[in-house]
């Protein structure tokens, strides 16, 4: 299956969102002239849409994917819903043993 798997700097990223931007060529058409997959840029600058202008400094450092703001969301309500779940099984238990002296 595969070779090794392109690795694309900071600022390579960044100029390619700005081109999509600020330019009048679709993704699609900036994806080709790049050499790079339509895909890869709309993920690209979808990461720089959900990011706070202050954090956009922070954007494409690491080799991993960036957490933009609707992630960390998404993270935010799972354990919010997991602290409820945790919350209400403990009412539960003390509501059962509090019977059980009476």
Known sequence: MGGKRREFTREFKL??????SEGNESV???AERLGIRPD???NWKRQ???LPP???????MGHGKARGAEEEVKRLRREVEQLQQER???KKAAAYFAKERS
């Open 54 to 60: 202050a954090q956009k400094n922070n954007i494409f």
């Open 15 to 20: 100029e390619a969102v700005r081109l999509v």
């Open 48 to 50: 720089v849409a959900g």
């Open 88 to 90: 209400d099984f403990l």
């Open 28 to 30: 699609t058409e900036v």
């Open 40 to 42: 890869m840029l709309r």
